[in-house]
Each structure stands twice: as structure tokens, then as C-alpha cells.
């Protein structure tokens, strides 16, 4: 065992209860007063090493030398990166630089717990990293009470991990409080965001069967960014946010991982809330990888910027394939005026649709599929100011319960092939039932419906009225 639990201390939760008298024969401690190289001395023999305190304006990184070894930063002590300080500096492979408050390269089994602060002092330093553990296995992160001021957490390359309860209220364009690359079987619990830009948790790329629970954003521009694969996420929550979940395909290299990984298939996202303004959940790639089995449960989300031309759930299948096995469950009010408010579209044909969905969009239409084939599941769209529910182009084996009621437009437009619908459409603006065009035999509804208009006469059968 490593870190506190080998000495007897149980375990890092514990912490509060502990006094620094009751550790003056297990742990070695550091102050403000002593020098960078004392400190890094110390940090070059495993056990516990205990910053007291105060603050620390550090002249370069701190830096750890070996494994086994824990990392306790005291209520109280601030450590920070001086104005005039030369840190060790990583440049990624876009040749950006990095520079490091906490640095460790490749030591196994190193805990860090943080009830203080940790600044990378951004206005003086290059996107400063408050932590950076590269090549690190089976070691606990954990903020634990502590907030980072400046710069972000990163992890590369890290398996077996835990990193935890951490807080940051920096606001730097796209710095998040928690970043990771080519990550796996690592745990992310309890991450938070509050600030005016930045993300909470960034899955950069290349990770793979990590499991997050509790993600939360405040103010922030995004909660969740997911570059990754057979990922488990439970807890995603926004407040006054521009963005809640974004996921990619999962391939291409990171800024600093050697890892790669080919799709983004396989995660999971269940309870996904909030309010924001922006695109709430949106799932794009352009790498041309894939994001099967893609399932976003739990939604309870609420768009709140009408002028913003956006849209709750957009979900764009880029290529053939790319979605195969989608499932999406919740519930979902939109108030923008630009965009309706469910997309699932693309240039490529996905197989494999669920939905059990609950949508409302007082200024614009409910929702739209394209480029989809084997559709199951229900819908409920109402009080929506345009359409309620469309397909378009490229739509198959729709089979699926739909209810679509006082709708400004109209309630249901079908376009597609082998289409069989129950439920009902009443009380909408326009047509109740409207079947396109270019819709094509065969046609099955079991519907309840006011309306009726057939644009190709296609051959409808078993029509309830």
C-alpha cells in the first residue's frame, strides 16, 4: 500500500480529525520558509510529506522523486508560482508551452491531497498547469476542501487512478478545472467548475474505460468535454452554462499523450441537467470515427437563451455508421428562437435509434431526424411554436409511439420509407398528420389524429382517425 494508508492514518477522508501533532512521527514537514530544493529533498523519499501553513512563492516546480509517496497540502497554505519564477516547462505537440507548479514524471502510487490552494499564477506564467502527473499509475488525486486558483489540473497517461473533489474558480478560455489524456480505468468524482469561462472536466483525448461521477459547472462555458471510449458517466449538471456535454470521436493524438485510441464508442452519459444557453449536448466529429453506442440518459435540461441560434441536442452523424445504436432519454424545453430544438442528422446513414423523449420549444420546432434507420422508442412533443415532429431525408423502419399535441406548425411530417406510427396528433396549428412527398410505401399508423394530409398519395395502411 502506499501514500497514508501505509502508515495507519485510514483513509484520506480522515484527514479533518487528524492534527499535525498527531503526525510528527510519520510525516516530515515543509514551511514557507523553507527553499524549493529542501522542499523538492523532500519529495525524493516516499511517505508523507506535509506542507504547513502559509504561502509558498516558489521560484520553479515542485517536483517529485519518487513513488510510494503522499502529498499533503494543509488548510491554509497557498502554493503559487512567483511572477519572477523559471518553472519546468512542457511544450505540447502544437508546440504550445506549459508551465508546472506540481510536476510528476512517471512515479507510480503518488497521492496528492489538497485542502489549500494552488496557483499556477497565469498572469505571469504560460498556461500554467497547478498539478501535471504524466505516466503516473494508481495514484489518488484528491481536492479535497482545496481550490486551484491558476491554471488546471492534468493528468497523461495515467491509469488506475483516482481524482477527486476538486474545485477551481479560474477563468481562462477552455482551461479546465480537471484535464486528462490517454487515461484508463481512472476514476473522476465530484469535479467543479465556477467561473465565467473555461470547462469543469476535459476528457482531451485518448481515454478509455474511465468511470466520472459528478460533474458540475457553474457560470462556466462548458461542463463536460469527452474524448474518449467505454467511458461510464453519471451526473453532469450546469448552471447558467454555455454548453453541458460535447463528444467527439475519440481518435487522434492529444496535446501531450502518446496513446491513441480509433472511436469514441461505448459511453455512457446518465443524468444529464441544468439550464444553459448554448447547444446543451452536442456530438460532432471530424475524424471520421465513430460514436456507437452512444447512450444519454437522464436529461433534464432547460435552454434558455432565446436569441441564441441553437439547439438543445444536436447530434450530427457525420459519416456511415458513425451513430450506430443511439439512445436518448429525458426531457428537454427550448427556448431559442434560431433552431429547433432536437437535431439528429447527418451526411451518413446510422442504424439503430431509441428514444424516449419529452420535448417542448415554445419558439421553434420540436424535432428533426435524418439519415437514420431502425427508429423504436416513444415521443412526446407539445406546445412547440413551429413543427412538432419531422423526418426528413434518408429515415427507415421508423417504428415508435408518437404524441404530438398543440404544436403552432404542424404536429407530425413523415418523409422516408417502411414508417409505422402509434398515437396521437391533435390540436396543432397546421396539419395534424402530414405525410411528404417523397415518403414511401409502406406506411402503418395507428394514430388518433384531427388532421390528415397525404402530399405523394402514398399508400397508407390501417389509418385511424
Not at 484527514?15 to 529542501?38: C, K, M, Y
Not at 444553459?276 to 449536448?281: D, R
Not at 404524441?403 to 396521437?424: E, F, K, P, R, V
Request: with cysteine; aromatic share 6%.
Amino acid at each position: 500500500m502506499s501514500g497514508l494508508n501505509s502508515t495507519g492514518l485510514g483513509d484520506h477522508e480522515q484527514f479533518d480529525s487528524v492534527s499535525t501533532g498527531e503526525l510528527s512521527n510519520i510525516a516530515r514537514f515543509v514551511s514557507p520558509d523553507d527553499s524549493l530544493s529542501d522542499i523538492n529533498s523532500e519529495l525524493s523519499t516516499p511517505g508523507v510529506v506535509w506542507f504547513k501553513q502559509g504561502t509558498y512563492s516558489l521560484s520553479g516546480t515542485v517536483s517529485v522523486g519518487t513513488e510510494n509517496l503522499t502529498i499533503v497540502i494543509e488548510d491554509g497554505a497557498t502554493v503559487e508560482l512567483a511572477d519572477d519564477a523559471t518553472p519546468t516547462t512542457l511544450m505540447d505537440v502544437q508546440g504550445d508551452e506549459h508551465d508546472l507548479l506540481l510536476y510528476n514524471n512517471g512515479y507510480d502510487r503518488v497521492d496528492l491531497i489538497c485542502r489549500g490552494e494552488l496557483d499556477g499564477n497565469p498572469t505571469s506564467h504560460t498556461t500554467p498547469k497547478a498539478f501535471y502527473w504524466g505516466s503516473s499509475h494508481g495514484s489518488t488525486l484528491d481536492g479535497q476542501g482545496g481550490e486551484i486558483l491558476g491554471g488546471v489540473g492534468f493528468l497523461t497517461d495515467c491509469d488506475s487512478g483516482t481524482v477527486k473533489n476538486w474545485l477551481s474558480t479560474y477563468a481562462g478560455v477552455s482551461q479546465a478545472t480537471i484535464g486528462a489524456e490517454g487515461c484508463r480505468g481512472t476514476t473522476f468524482k465530484n469535479i467543479k467548475k465556477d467561473a465565467s469561462d473555461g470547462e469543469a472536466l476535459d476528457l482531451n483525448a485518448a481515454n478509455e474505460y474511465c468511470k466520472v461521477d459528478t460533474v458540475i459547472g457553474m457560470e462556466c462555458n462548458e461542463v463536460l468535454d469527452i474524448d474518449a471510449r467505454k467511458t461510464e458517466i453519471h451526473n453532469v449538471i450546469g448552471r447558467n452554462v454555455s454548453k453541458l456535454v460535447d463528444i467527439s470521436g475519440g481518435g487522434g493524438n492529444g496535446r501531450f499523450s502518446s496513446r491513441y485510441i480509433e472511436n469514441g464508442d461505448g459511453i455512457t452519459v446518465d443524468g444529464i441537467k441544468g439550464d444553459c444557453g448554448g447547444n446543451a449536448i452536442f456530438v460532432n466529429d471530424t475524424n471520421n470515427n465513430t460514436v456507437q453506442d452512444l447512450k444519454l440518459l437522464g436529461i433534464d435540461i432547460e435552454q434558455t437563451e432565446s436569441t441564441n441560434d441553437v439547439r438543445t441536442i444536436d447530434i450530427n452523424s457525420a459519416h456511415t455508421d458513425m451513430c450506430n445504436g443511439l439512445k436518448i432519454e429525458g426531457a428537454v424545453s427550448h427556448q431559442s428562437t434560431g433552431k429547433a430544438a432536437v437535431q439528429l442528422r447527418g451526411s451518413g446513414l446510422s442504424s439503430g435509434l431509441t428514444l424516449d423523449l419529452d420535448i417542448t420549444a415554445p419558439n421553434q420546432s420540436g424535432i428533426s431526424i435524418e439519415s437514420f434507420e431502425n427508429i423504436r422508442g416513444s415521443v412526446y412533443v407539445h406546445d412547440c411554436g413551429a413543427d412538432g415532429f419531422l423526418t426528413t431525408q434518408r429515415v427507415s423502419n421508423l417504428d415508435i409511439t408518437l404524441h404530438t399535441m398543440n404544436n403552432g406548425g404542424d404536429g407530425t411530417q413523415l418523409n422516408g420509407s417502411d414508417l409505422q406510427i402509434s398515437g396521437a396528433a391533435y390540436g396543432n396549428g397546421g396539419t395534424d398528420l402530414l405525410l411528404q412527398a417523397n415518403a414511401s410505401s409502406p406506411v402503418r399508423l395507428d394514430m388518433r389524429y384531427g388532421s390528415f394530409f397525404d402530399g405523394g398519395s402514398v399508400a397508407v395502411e390501417a389509418s385511424y382517425s
